[in-house]
C-alpha cells in the first residue's frame, strides 16, 4: 500500500489515543483508493441510516459525523432489556484532503450501510526545496 505524504495521513491516527480502543473505533472502518484521478473512500457506517450522516468540508480537512440512537428505535415492549449490545451514540473522522478541494467536487452515496465518497486528486502545492548558497 502506498501512503501519501500529507492527505490521509491522519487517517489512522485516532486509534492510538487509547490503547484498548474505543467502542467506536469498530464503526466507521475506512478504505481508501486512489482510481481515475479521484480518491475513493469506502466507509462501513452498519446500522446508520443516511439521515444518521453529515459531512462537512472545513480548511481542508473532510469531517464525517454519524450519530444513531438505538434505544428509540429499539424499544423492547414485552419486556424488559437484560443487556443491550447494540450501538447507541455517535462516532466521526476526519481527514485532510487539501484545501484544493473544492464541496462541490465532492460526490457521496450511501447504500447498505456503506458510505462511497469521491474526491477529486488535486495537485498538492510543492513544498520549497532546501537551496545552499556557495560561499566564495
Not at 480548511?59 to 444513531?68: D, M, Q
Not at 428505535?73 to 473544492?102: A, L, M, P, W
Amino acid at each position: 500500500m502506498k501512503f501519501l505524504p500529507e492527505l490521509f495521513n491522519d487517517t489512522f491516527d485516532e486509534l492510538f489515543y487509547d490503547p484498548f480502543f474505543s467502542k467506536s473505533s469498530s464503526y466507521m472502518k475506512t478504505d481508501i483508493k486512489e482510481q481515475d484521478g479521484c480518491y475513493l473512500l469506502d466507509m462501513e457506517l452498519p446500522g446508520f441510516k443516511k439521515e444518521d450522516i453529515q459531512m462537512e468540508l472545513k480548511n481542508g480537512y473532510l469531517s464525517i459525523h454519524a450519530k444513531r440512537d438505538a434505544n428509540s428505535e429499539e424499544k423492547d415492549k414485552e419486556g424488559n432489556i437484560i443487556r443491550q449490545e447494540r450501538f447507541s451514540g455517535s462516532c466521526s473522522r476526519n481527514f485532510y484532503v487539501g484545501e484544493g478541494v473544492k464541496q462541490s467536487d465532492i460526490k457521496a452515496s450511501f447504500c447498505n450501510g456503506e458510505l462511497k465518497i469521491t474526491l477529486p486528486k488535486v495537485d498538492q502545492k510543492a513544498v520549497e526545496e532546501k537551496k545552499v548558497i556557495a560561499i566564495e
